[in-house]
């Protein structure tokens, strides 16, 4: 199977890397059978490298999926699986799933307190986006770290004071 989308993702230089993004969201529920395959590692390129090991690629994919949102929710567990390596973009993309299984936001909670501020930060707006600010996770980390409660408490007060949509 061949994935045209995906060859883009490696080309940065000419704008592809959009052109790629772009072409997976036009196909909507159709496109997450071909980031199934990204995130798995089957995707790959004609000298049998996954597409995910591959220059951006997978910035490129997690930025499609954060802009599929709900409909990217069977890509959940690939998701996970990037947090835990600790990329803040995948922190992004669970946000945009609109809910969220109990062990991703364990997961976020447990990021809350990354010295890593893009990482927290993210974590901290994907629980929020998606209800789960007052979780029993997330009230724990927050009580034993004080980074967390800081990075979760101005998190929360930049989103109550942002305009609403």
């Known amino acids: 199977m061949k994935f045209p989308e995906f060859e883009l993702f490696l080309r940065p230089d000419s704008g592809g890397f959009l052109e790629g ?14 980031l199934k395959a990204f995130f798995s590692g089957e995707a790959h390129n004609e000298f049998g490298v996954p597409y995910r090991r591959l220059g951006k690629a997978m910035r490129c994919a997690l930025e499609t999926v954060r802009r599929l949102g709900p409909i990217a929710k069977p890509l959940e567990p690939y998701l996970r699986a990037e947090l835990e390596v600790g990329d803040f973009v995948a922190a992004m993309a669970l946000g945009s799933l609109g809910s969220l299984e109990e062990e991703s936001i364990i997961m976020l909670a447990a990021r809350l307190g990354e010295g890593n501020l893009d990482l927290s930060s993210e974590s901290a707006v994907a629980l929020i986006r998606c209800g789960q600010g007052d979780h029993p996770a997330v009230t724990a980390s927050r009580a034993d770290s004080e980074g967390a409660e800081k990075t979760f408490s101005r998190v929360k007060a930049y989103i109550d004071k942002a305009p609403k949509a």
Do not use: A, T
Not at 23 to 32: A, C, N, T, V
């Open 21 to 34: 993004e772009q072409r997976l969201i036009r196909k909507g529920k159709d496109g997450i059978p071909d």
